[in-house]
């Protein structure tokens, strides 16, 4: 090897510390960071232009709000860890509740500072089962029948497989009346799931495009976008008698927006979620609204709806029971064997 | 003086099945998911300006970790393959260490270091410097995650040759730079290509560590792998593998450099 | 041994890769133990010791080592077609060796699943009543991918340096080409190809990305360890999280020590073996 090279490398370590040293310089416009969990992507996207308009005619300052995706447990620990969220939309309240414990981001009482329980929109869980219903699959019972595939994500990693669990458990708590029938229930369903996958896309994906399983526990939104992106002549939603009032918080990061010095504008995005035109744009991500949509009101069939502070005492004490080390998933499995 | 052409063609049957079952099928899949819709479509895909923003991210993220590496790679090798020392195996184990640590627990030590309940965390924040969720977090996990590769492929080439052209050269009063470029470089030289080789390809691909240090902010700290993952999470499949072809033509787009390379030096 | 070299460079390139490997590598992983060593005793045996944890291991230590073992045969073999044979396409299989590298993880794992599982492979297999999706047979197919290149680069240039001679020498002396083979060729080979199937080994053992998709994660059966310190860490639990990689660590650890000094005795026997 001749000097030159060597020149040539020192050069290239030169540039590249240069480059790295160069970090995004400040713009002199607003920045928000909405941190969120995995099937919010076409809601933000639209919503985050809306909100965009709407904040520029008001105030004449141009906001431009970045999105960050991921699972709802992943997203909590990533702000707990340093991610500098001014907003997180997650999919459970445990997940914003483990921000306000461990790292004291924002207040315990996070989840009464805005209305209906800080969640500007609901959902639910529905199952997705292929085209004419060849399993005959029309409530909860169907789905436990010997025979059945039942495609759920993994409880443990993801946000959207404790509501289908939790739903599948309210069904069996109502119907039996108690607890052991319940856990019987959920357990013969379990034994109906070939694969957990770690999250609920990954879940929708091994149902709709490797064509594994009879049917899918999904939420609601989740079920019509698959429907909508990957074909509408080839499944159909089944909704089931009775299912759970899933409830994806919202909050403002405290500790962020006052050190970005970004509170009013943050404030201002997540009560534009409560607007009209905010709950327009959710029911048109088929999200549920809380004011009651003129437009998409034919869209959600009226399903009988339990909360799950009524059935499990809220969800710290869900998780608890339910999904921590030990809890009743593990035993679910470590008694299968 | 070598095998029948029956017994070549056995072997190069039984080798070429293999990669074929292992290699080409991930491949074409690959590549026949990012043409499902057709070449028009797949240029599109990699035309969006997000795609542009990981992709020269993760050339930038390279341009570093590669020469920090390589350096590292041939100050390590030197020392072990050349001398005795107490302790010799020990390092050499620490080396390989960062290939059996899972890329999940690379990208987590990190948090627990650098994070903002981290060890160093409250200090950082104090003054406002910004590693994990940023672009020199993403850096660093890479630096850990690549660490091993070119030390590893000269150590077994370096002892192989063993130390006597050295010696003859530092005996006949060569100084010890110019014995490393006129003695053991020419020796080593196509065990340093291929280790910067796998050393860019994995910078390049590595997805599990980054995915945990990264943050996955559109546009400003995704790089290649992990815009991949978001598109895929998209239900945009075809879009994920056209950008997953991208890595795939980088990689090969590096190997052939390397065999011009080749034919350079033959000259 | 040589006692004192006269090659110079030895304090600086040691006092560097020092350096260099303590920031890097030893203080991150400290911080593992550090955070471990937040658990009592009992807590600690609770998390790394459980049956479901147990399970994990045994698929995670057979699956690697299944994987590894496959890419040691077929990788010599590999190299050595690409190095002694040429064929139509060489250039251009040899490229290809470094794709699982360059390929995300996620991707492979995808694009696996998709071959193995709704792909025509999967579909002949099925047929042939072989299952290899969402079954430990698909997480060794994973982990064989994603260890593939290790063997099949380490042993390559040493092939291509090899000395033709010596083996010229040995079929004067009456020797066949499998006794060449093994007994002058194989000698020479073989640290490189055990640090390859120490490298394949390792990398598999904590492969992640890959391996979720094609695995089909239920708890004792098809559930590796890397799952579970994600499982962990969903619950916020970053102790227990850290106490399984911990253990991962020691042993991972260990079985590279191991290698390492079998490639080092490998090493040395044969240059004994020369230097008679």
């Known amino acids: 090897m001749n000097p030159l090279k060597i020149r040539n490398i020192l050069l290239l370590i030169g540039f590249s510390i240069a480059l790295t040293s160069i970090s995004p310089a400040l ?156 856990r019987e229930f959920v357990s013969t369903l379990y034994k109906n799931v070939p694969i957990l996958d770690s999250g609920a896309r990954g879940a929708t994906i091994t149902f709709v495009q490797r064509g594994i399983g009879d049917v899918l526990l999904a939420w609601e939104n989740e079920a019509f976008l698959a429907l909508n992106e990957l074909g509408k002549d080839k499944f159909e939603i089944v909704t089931p008698s009775l299912s759970i009032l899933a409830e994806p918080p919202v909050a403002l990061v405290d500790k962020v927006v006052d050190k970005k010095k970004t509170r009013v504008v943050a404030q201002a995005y997540l009560d534009y979620l409560y607007s009209p035109e905010g709950q327009e744009i959710a029911a048109k991500h088929y999200y549920r609204p809380r004011l009651a949509s003129q437009k998409y009101a034919s869209r959600f069939p009226k399903i009988n709806l339990v909360t799950i502070n009524e059935l499990f005492g809220g969800w710290a004490k869900a998780q608890k029971a339910h999904f921590d080390d030990g809890g009743i998933f593990d035993q679910i499995y470590a008694g299968a064997r | 003086m070598t095998e029948s052409t029956w017994m070549r063609r056995v072997l190069i049957g039984i080798a070429l099945a293999f990669l074929g079952l292992v290699l080409i099928v991930p491949l074409g899949t690959v590549f026949g998911g990012a043409l499902e819709k057709g070449f028009a479509n797949a240029f599109h895909e990699v035309q969006d300006p997000i795609t542009g923003a990981a992709i020269l991210l993760t050339l930038k993220m390279a341009a570093v970790v590669v020469p920090l590496n390589l350096i590292f790679g041939i100050s390590a090798a030197w020392s072990i393959a050349k001398f005795d020392f107490f302790g010799k195996k020990i390092l050499m ?23 903002a309940q981290g060890l160093l965390g409250p200090w950082l924040a104090a003054h406002d410097i910004q590693v994990i969720f940023a672009i020199p977090g993403i850096i660093i996990a890479t630096l850990f995650v690549t660490f091993p590769y070119v030390a590893r492929e000269l150590i077994p080439i370096m002892q192989a040759q063993g130390n006597d052209q050295e010696e003859a050269a530092v005996t006949m009063g060569a100084n010890g730079w110019q014995t490393f470029y006129h003695v053991t470089l020419p020796n080593i030289r196509w065990g340093l290509i291929y280790g910067v080789i796998l050393l860019n390809a994995r910078a390049m691909g590595e997805f599990g560590a980054v995915s945990v240090v990264s943050g996955h902010v559109r546009g400003l700290t995704n790089t290649i792998p992990l815009h991949v993952e978001i598109l895929y999470n998209e239900y945009n499949l075809v879009g994920a593998f056209c950008v997953a072809s991208i890595l795939a033509f980088l990689a090969i787009g590096t190997l052939i450099a390397k065999v011009l390379v080749k034919k350079q030096g033959e000259l | 041994m040589k006692d004192k070299s006269v090659i110079p460079g030895f304090g600086p390139t040691l006092g560097f890769t020092i350096f260099y490997l303590s920031i890097l590598v030893v203080l991150p992983l400290s911080m593992l133990i550090l955070k471990t060593t937040s658990l009592t005793w009992p807590a600690f045996w609770e998390a790394v010791a459980s049956p479901r944890v147990l399970a994990a291991y045994r698929l995670s230590f057979g699956a690697s080592l299944a994987a590894a073992s496959i890419n040691l045969v077929f990788g010599l073999l590999v190299a050595w077609v690409l190095v002694r044979y040429p064929f139509p396409g060489k250039g251009f299989i040899d490229m290809l060796i470094d794709l699982p590298f360059a390929l995300p993880t996620a991707v492979a794992g995808i694009a696996l699943t998709t071959a193995f599982s709704s792909g025509p492979i999967g579909r002949t297999l099925e047929s042939m009543g072989i299952n290899v999706a969402f079954t430990p047979l698909g997480i060794i197919v994973a982990l064989t991918f994603i260890g593939l290149p290790f063997v099949v680069r380490t042993v390559q240039p040493v092939l291509k340096d090899l000395d033709r001679d010596v083996e010229e020498a040995a079929i004067c002396l009456g020797a066949n080409r499998w006794q060449t083979f093994i007994n002058v060729i194989l000698p020479v080979l073989l640290p490189a190809a055990f640090s390859g199937f120490a490298m394949a080994f390792a990398r598999a053992l904590g492969e992640y990305g890959s391996v979720v998709f094609i695995a089909g994660n239920l708890p004792m059966k098809t559930e590796i360890t890397p799952l579970l310190i994600i499982t962990k860490l969903e619950q916020y639990d970053y102790a227990g999280a850290t106490a399984i990689a911990t253990v991962m660590l020691f042993s991972s650890f260990a079985v590279l020590f191991l290698i390492n000094r079998l490639s080092w005795w490998a090493h040395t026997q044969r240059s004994s073996k020369e230097a008679l």
């Open chain 2, 93 to 115: 184990t620490l080396i390989d260490l960062p290939f059996t640590v899972s890329p999940v627990v690379s990208g987590l030590i990190f948090v627990l270091l650098f994070g």
């Open chain 1, 27 to 182: 713009a002199a416009e607003v920045k928000l960071l909405n941190v969120s969990y995995d099937p919010t992507r076409e809601l933000y996207q639209d919503f985050n232009t809306a909100f965009a308009k709407y904040w520029q005619a008001k105030t004449g300052d141009t906001v431009t709000v970045q999105q960050s995706h991921g699972g709802s447990g992943k997203q909590a620990r990533s702000v707990i860890d340093g991610l500098e969220a001014d907003v997180v939309t997650l999919a459970l309240a445990y997940d914003i509740d483990a921000m306000a414990e461990k790292a004291k981001l924002l207040p315990a009482n996070w989840q009464s500072r805005l209305p209906n329980n800080s969640t500007p929109y609901t959902s639910t869980i529905v199952f997705l089962v292929r085209k004419g219903n060849p399993k005959g699959i029309k409530d909860w019972e169907d789905v436990v029948k010997p025979g059945v595939a039942v495609i759920t994500p993994n409880p443990k990693t993801s946000g959207g497989a404790r509501w289908n669990y939790l739903a599948a458990w309210a069904f069996a708590l109502k119907k039996y009346g108690n607890e052991a029938k319940a």
